[in-house]
């Protein structure tokens, strides 16, 4: 499929090459933070497999530069508008409104842009962004945990320590394999990127933050809700506008990071691996051991614990549990699987930053060898790859 003929396919990736941005993702995390609030109150954030760069993107220019997008970028553009075409006027109308009182928070915002910091992982390297440290590393292996926790506290990093100092408000993965087309398979490996990217993520996540990370919705999918609803308050599952319909591709957003009563975070004993939770059997053995208080006037009173906190264990997710589903992106959003028309005189544009070193770049070195996609037309020599 050629350029234009992708632009007339594929809305989102058209609008991304005109809006600047490295990839259509751009799009689905724009739509997510739309519906969920993402970056509200976010200073620090990890963005897991980030490569090219789209979602760092956003990252950057949302909370690095203080851009808006989607409503919110609407609603700036308005006000612009007005104080255009009032003038002065507008400052003193300004002066008396709730958003009047708001523009003394300028100088707040600033700061608290200043503070942020973002780091990005990737198996790919990734070109620079501004407000954002890049790491080439896997997210699967236990070596990158300390990378990553250098990355973001490169003065007061300590090796021995294994989680963040300063913990970090979201952790964010659009993680994917490259597909093979054979489905259990990529939903496998897909499920073990999600699997690592949680466990990096419970070793820098601060109390009530949020986890935000791609999936394939496969047969067992409620299963991984269900464990995520024991790390997180609100789990749900949400598929952007962007996101094509025919893919089975969706995004868990976690919200409210509360760890169980005595875990600790470790990716030398990850999550899954080992028993990392208190087993069930500590569970009930703490449960059936009744609390004893020696009253003042001798009598010895019992605590027992009640039936009820099962109940509400198998609610908050130990046994399964299926998570709301939300589409998100309004109406007027374009429809991801739409072919559109375009111009006839239209100008296809170039990506804004092609991956530069994709797993499938030899492959294509090897197609252009044997002369393209249909090999080399007559007349011409067919040179196989050696
Ligand atoms: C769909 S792309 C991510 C797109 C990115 N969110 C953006 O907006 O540009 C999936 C990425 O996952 C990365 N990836 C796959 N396995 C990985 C691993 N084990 N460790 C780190 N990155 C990995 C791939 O290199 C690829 O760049």
């Not at 259509?24 to 739309?34: F, G």
């Not at 006027?89 to 009047?100: H, I, N, P, R, V």
């Not at 976690?254 to 975070?265: D, E, K, L, T």
């Amino acid at each position: 499929m050629g350029k234009s003929s992708k632009d007339k396919r594929d809305a989102y990736y058209r609008l991304a090459k005109e809006e600047g941005w490295r990839a259509r993702s751009a799009y689905k995390l724009l739509q997510l933070d739309e519906e969920f609030g993402l970056f509200e109150g976010v200073t620090r954030v990890v963005d897991l497999c980030a490569a090219p760069g789209s979602w760092s993107q956003v990252l950057s220019r949302v909370l690095v530069k203080g851009e808006k997008f989607s409503r919110a970028g609407w609603e700036e553009k308005q006000k612009e508008t007005k104080q255009y075409v009032l003038g002065h006027a507008f400052q003193e109308d300004l002066a008396g409104t709730k958003e009047g009182g708001n523009l003394k928070s300028q100088e707040e915002e600033r700061k608290t842009r200043e503070s942020v910091r973002i780091v990005s992982i990737d198996l790919q390297p990734m070109s620079p962004l501004e407000g954002v440290t890049t790491l080439r590393a896997d997210i699967t292996h236990p070596s990158t945990i300390p990378l990553l926790l250098k990355a973001l506290d490169p003065d007061t990093f300590d090796p021995k320590v294994t989680s963040a100092c300063h913990p970090v408000d979201l952790v964010i993965s659009d993680g994917a394999p490259d597909v093979t087309g054979l489905h259990d398979l990529d939903i496998y490996v897909q499920s073990q990127l999600l699997w690592a990217a949680l466990n990096l993520a419970l070793c820098v996540l601060k109390p009530g933050g949020k986890f935000v990370a791609k999936i394939f919705r496969g047969k067992d999918v409620d299963l991984l809700f269900a464990q995520l609803k024991i790390m997180f308050c609100t789990v749900r599952v949400a598929k952007p506008r962007s996101s094509r319909a025919s893919s089975v591709e969706a995004f868990v957003v976690c919200v409210g990071f509360h760890p169980p009563h005595r875990f600790s975070a470790s990716l030398d004993n990850p999550l899954g691996a080992r028993a990392q939770l208190p087993s069930d059997e500590q569970t009930a053995n703490e449960k059936t051991k009744p609390s004893r208080k020696v009253r003042d006037d001798g009598a010895i009173e019992l605590d027992l614990d009640s039936d009820e906190e099962d109940e509400h264990d198998v609610e908050e997710g130990r046994g399964r549990w299926i998570a709301p589903f939300l589409a998100c992106g309004d109406l007027s959003a374009y429809d991801s699987d739409a072919t559109y028309h375009l111009p006839k005189d239209r100008i296809s544009l170039d990506p804004v930053q092609p991956p530069t070193a994709p797993p499938y770049k030899r492959a294509l070195e090897m197609r252009k060898l044997a002369g393209g996609a249909y090999g080399k037309t007559k007349g011409q020599e067919c040179q196989g790859p050696t």
